[in-house]
């Protein structure tokens, strides 16, 4: 979305990556401006997937250009709006699906409902909007929220390397063997 909205031509943005560009936007937009249909509502499940919502948000972004009679990468007058509307939905996308992973875990006993906790990181807890959402859904249902600094969660080096600190610090070592160990590459 940043990249269609050419955020790196914006004043305010142009050092700026696209998520946090889209951030800083938001918070001087009008999020109700626009509304954004969320993402696989007709699936019950965990799943995540911001591909629909891209596409409506481009149709947006093509219908406004119009409307301003602007070209693609040009600035839109309406950038934070639609920033601010993107980032909700984005959020409130990303609050169901873990909300429902959350009751997931604790229906098939795989948490246990004491003690639980929510680990966020990567680009999407370095989002200060967001991670305000986890918080609160968090805190609702009892669980605590980790997350990282801001600055350590979009470097995926930083991550591998911090994952591995808390590994040293919870006394369970350094993994030696990827034998044993189940994942799944999407």
């Known amino acids: 979305v940043a990249r269609r909205l050419s955020l790196r031509k914006h004043p305010e943005c142009h050092s700026m990556a696209g998520g946090k560009a889209i951030e800083h936007l938001a918070q001087a937009g009008n999020r109700q401006q626009h509304t954004f249909r969320l993402p696989m509502q007709q699936y019950r499940n965990c799943d995540f997937s911001f591909s629909g919502l891209q596409n409506l948000v481009n149709r947006v972004i093509i219908q406004k250009e119009k409307e301003e009679g602007i070209q693609e990468g040009e600035i839109l007058s309406c950038v934070k709006d639609i920033a601010a509307a993107v980032q909700h939905a984005v959020a409130v996308h990303v609050i169901q699906r873990t909300y429902r992973a959350m009751l997931f875990c604790i229906k098939n006993s795989i948490l246990s409902s004491k003690n639980a906790t929510l680990v966020v990181s990567g680009g999407v807890a370095s989002?200060?909007?967001?991670?305000?959402?986890?918080?609160?859904?968090?805190?609702?249902?009892?669980?605590?929220?980790?997350?990282?600094p801001p600055r350590l969660c979009t470097d995926n080096g930083v991550m591998i390397a911090w994952n591995g600190i808390e590994r040293l610090r919870a006394g369970l070592g350094v993994l030696y063997s990827t034998d044993g160990i189940r994942y799944e590459p999407k």
Do not use: E
Not at 137 to 147: E, G, T
């Open 127 to 148: 989002n200060q909007y967001i991670r305000k959402g986890l918080q609160t859904l968090a805190d609702a249902n009892n669980f605590a929220l980790l997350c990282p």
